[in-house]
């Protein structure tokens, strides 16, 4: 089996030298790639399909090495038939010829002509090699269109020609780009008339023609720009500074224009530095006793060069109206040198160098700019805050063993809850199991501040001094569940005023009280149920908001956001609910009606009403008339209704300028539809073939027309006329 697979492996690498050898024979006589390519491919699948390494099997080789094995003595086919089939005599036989073959048959080459394959490929690659040099076969280049025929700007007359008319063409073509100074990438040479360059960039065309040809103009999107003489031909520099197109116009001795195909015009916008900041969070929180020191690293690239970078960094101090700030600028450690396309940045912030206090807060981002010119690019990355906490101004209220800031400066509003939740739900698998508690129990805090927020209005302000009755511990990590009639943990030390019947004030017995004749006509401010502004539908829908708040705080101290999120949405909804339902509105000023007079009421006389009507026309613009124009004209010079008139000139003509603006956008999809547009216009190819061509690629340029409401005009014929009017007569 191994001398088997050395022979297919060698006829294979056979088949695969002669190819390569044919291949670059190709290539050297066309100096095209495609051509060497396809070459190689048809070579390959040649040889192998003559030489066929597919078919040599076990039983091929065993017969090649019987005929050239003398050891073998012909009985190698023993070693392909299971040994339990053989007899004694056949299996002393095997056992022999495979001890023999073992030492004989690493030294055995099997058959190939390999070498032969060598020399002939190098034959093949000194044979090209000597065709280039020699350029024996200039015309295969212009065959297989390598050469300038591709990219060569070709003319067409515009009007009918003599056989004896002088027809100049172009017998050197240059064109070559310069790029503004700041990129620093010199001037270079280009062969596609379809120029792709970056904004402001000057382009040079430089025309000799091999006949005498006048008035040579350059057509830049309508504009005619003439072209200057000199030694070398016609030469024209042009800026770019929009995209567009262009081409070109001349005449011979007898004054017949002739004129080239559109050539695309690109202009490439230079694009800022893109900055990124790498390994910091966008929040930095410092405790007073860490070290207040931020680390910042940055990587800034751009596509022509940098000029400079720096970092803007604000301090903000106070709060309030004495709030103050003070920005500075600073540069990194690393000097950024001008030009350089990429750099990565670091900087060390020192917070007390900055002069920051407790409380104070550090706002900064990283400034870039480019070497455009006359004006510079510029990019900033996001910004990043530092914060010194103050824990001075921080105030505690004690719950159980629990620390909670009862006072805080702000609430949040519901849906900020709602976002909060739904992005710690989010990161819940890339934080420890003690932060994600923590922050839920975060957030159940704030859930019952704004719930305390809102239960002011139902006369809730007694819930704000009550101390829950569970308590949660962080040390131990979980909750303790405690009765009803556990004692206050502050009883001990206290002095209870307000105990029942304390210092023996009130007597035993209890004192019924009148009842009040006039308590269901009062509206009693010091019942905390009725203390409300709200009628009673809001006062309900506020009680239920309030309720489910409970529900939504209860899954948040639980550790449970995903449970949390329905109970929040649908606090929401109630919220915004009372919100609209409690807007005032006011009666707009406007016409008032004339009083009724009460002697012509109901009377049904009309003599002196009299109706207002008013017309007015609106023009809408349509930015595609002229395509939607030659759309038509293109149908009726194909179906051969009318020939082409002088009227047709100036409707291609503006319809061209219509899809040039498209085309300038999306170059590669209208480009060759606008070429045969002018080439109709130019009376160059008014063929049956481009018309169809054209208006074809009209039509998908034409927007998709918006479908209208209104009646359709349908064909109903006699039968289903008296169909209709028999219906009526029993409808």
Do not use: C
Request: hydrophobic share 35%; proline share 4%.
């Amino acid at each position: 089996m191994k001398f088997h697979r050395r022979w297919q492996i060698l006829s294979y690498a056979e088949a695969v030298l002669y190819a390569v050898g044919i291949a670059v024979l190709f290539f050297l006589v066309s100096k095209n790639l495609w051509v060497g390519i396809l070459s190689f491919v048809i070579a390959v699948v040649v040889f192998l399909l003559i030489n066929k390494p597919w078919k040599h099997n076990l039983a091929t080789t065993g017969t090649y090495i019987d005929a050239h094995v003398d050891e073998a003595s012909f009985s190698t086919g023993l070693l392909l038939q299971p040994e339990d089939s053989l007899s004694n005599l056949a299996k002393l036989q095997r056992y022999k010829v495979s001890e023999e073959l073992t030492k004989r048959l690493g030294a055995i080459q099997p058959p190939n002509k390999l070498k032969q394959a060598v020399l002939v490929t190098l034959g093949l690659v000194l044979l090209g090699i000597v065709v280039q040099q020699l350029d024996l076969f200039k015309g295969v280049e212009n065959v297989l269109g390598n050469s300038a025929n591709e990219t060569q700007i070709q003319f067409v007359a515009t009007d009918s020609i003599s056989g004896k008319s002088v027809i100049p063409k172009i017998s050197s073509q240059d064109i070559s780009v310069t790029y503004p100074p700041y990129t620093r990438k010199g001037t270079i040479a280009v062969s596609d008339p379809n120029i792709k360059t970056i904004t402001g960039a000057t382009v040079l065309w430089t025309l000799e023609f091999d006949n005498l040809a006048t008035e040579v103009y350059l057509d830049r999107m309508g504009e005619l720009i003439p072209l200057q003489k000199g030694e070398n031909g016609y030469r024209i520099r042009q800026q770019l500074s929009e995209s567009g197109f262009y081409s070109f116009k001349f005449k011979n001795e007898e004054g017949i224009e002739f004129t080239s195909d559109l050539f695309s015009l690109e202009a490439v916008a230079d694009n800022p530095p893109e900055i990124e900041i790498l390994g910091l969070e966008q929040y930095t929180y410092f405790d007073f006793a860490d070290i207040k020191i931020v680390e910042l690293e940055s990587s800034i690239t751009d596509d022509y060069g940098i000029d400079e970078a720096y970092i803007i960094a604000t301090v903000s101090k106070g709060s309030g109206e004495s709030v103050k700030f003070r920005e500075e600028k600073l540069n990194f450690k690393e000097t950024i040198s001008k030009g350089v396309k990429s750099v990565r940045t670091t900087k060390t912030l020192d917070l007390n160098a900055l002069k920051m206090e407790l409380g104070d807060e550090l706002y900064f981002y990283i400034e870039a700019f480019d070497e455009k010119q006359p004006k510079r690019n510029v990019a900033r990355s996001e910004t990043y805050f530092a914060v010194i906490k103050d824990t001075v101004s921080e105030q505690f209220g004690v719950e159980g063993t629990l620390g909670v800031d009862q006072m805080p400066d702000y609430f949040r509003s519901q849906r900020q809850l709602i976002i909060d939740t739904e992005k710690l739900i989010k990161d819940k698998p890339s934080i420890t199991s003690k932060e994600f508690k923590s922050r839920s129990n975060e957030l159940g805090f704030d859930q019952k501040a704004l719930r305390l927020k809102y239960g002011q209005f139902m006369g809730d302000e007694s819930e704000m001094e009550e101390a829950p009755s569970e308590i949660e511990s962080h040390e131990e990590g979980e909750d303790h569940d405690h009765t009803e009639d556990q004692e206050n943990i502050l009883k001990e030390y206290s002095h209870d005023h307000d105990g029942d019947n304390e210092h023996n004030l009130v007597a035993a017995e209890k004192v019924e009280e009148a009842e009040d004749p006039l308590h269901d006509y009062l509206h009693n401010h010091d019942d905390p149920e009725e203390s409300t502004l709200f009628e009673e539908s809001l006062k309900t829908k506020l009680r239920k908001a309030l309720n489910i708040m409970w529900d939504a705080e209860l899954h948040l101290r639980l550790n449970e956001p995903e449970k949390s999120l329905p109970f929040q949405y649908d606090a929401l909804t109630l919220i915004q609910e009372i919100k609209n339902s409690a807007r005032i509105y006011v009666h707009r000023i406007g016409f008032d009606p004339p009083p009724i007079k009460e002697d012509s009421r109901l009377t049904g006389k009309i003599k002196d009403i009299k109706n207002y009507r008013k017309n007015e026309t609106k023009e809408v613009e349509n930015p595609f008339e002229a395509l939607e124009r030659a759309v038509a004209r293109l149908e009726q010079l194909i179906q051969q209704e009318s020939t082409f008139n002088e009227a047709d000139n100036a409707l291609f003509t503006a319809a061209g300028n219509e899809l040039a603006q498209l085309a300038i956008a999306n170059p590669s999809k209208y480009l060759q539809v606008l070429q045969g547009l002018k080439r109709i216009e130019n009376n160059t190819k008014r063929t049956m073939g481009n018309y169809k061509f054209v208006q074809k690629g009209l039509l998908a340029a034409l927007p998709k027309t918006p479908q209208t409401p209104g009646a359709k005009k349908e064909y109903i014929d006699e039968i289903n006329s008296l169909f209709l009017k028999q219906l009526e007569v029993y409808d």
